[in-house]
């Protein structure tokens, strides 16, 4: 379980672990975004208790932010690939990467959309 905290500096609890393979290393923090506070993904949108609007925008702010992070990692990788002559590997996760972007690109409309929905 990881801590981030709120745009406040209010600790949080990140509901979800991940791992990035056998031998990779994770070096990044996940307190530059926010997160639903004190429960995990799965009950994130049924807000059965608290302000939901605000839990919102605090988790697809901190999803954004995470996905833009491991777009840039995807991006070394495929750098480094390209480097010990794994070009056809390198240009896959490129694609991939593009395609990722366009995700977050979404995400990013979503989130300008749901901002403003608020005021």
């Not at 840039?72 to 240009?91: F, P, R, S």
């Amino acid at each position: 379980m990881h801590i981030i905290k709120d745009e406040n500096g209010n600790l949080i609890h990140h509901g979800h672990e991940h791992s990035h393979g056998e031998g990779a290393s994770h070096d990044h923090e996940h307190t530059q975004g926010q997160e639903c506070a004190g429960h995990s993904h799965e009950h994130c949108g049924s807000c059965s208790g608290g302000d939901c609007k605000n839990e919102t925008v605090a988790l697809l702010s901190y999803m954004l932010s995470h996905n833009e992070h491991h777009a840039a990692e995807l991006d070394q990788m495929a750098e480094n690939l390209g480097k010990m002559g794994m070009d056809a590997a390198a240009k896959t996760i490129r694609e991939a990467v593009a395609d990722f972007q366009k995700g977050n690109m979404r995400l990013g409309l979503a989130l300008t959309l749901v901002k403003e929905e608020l005021k």
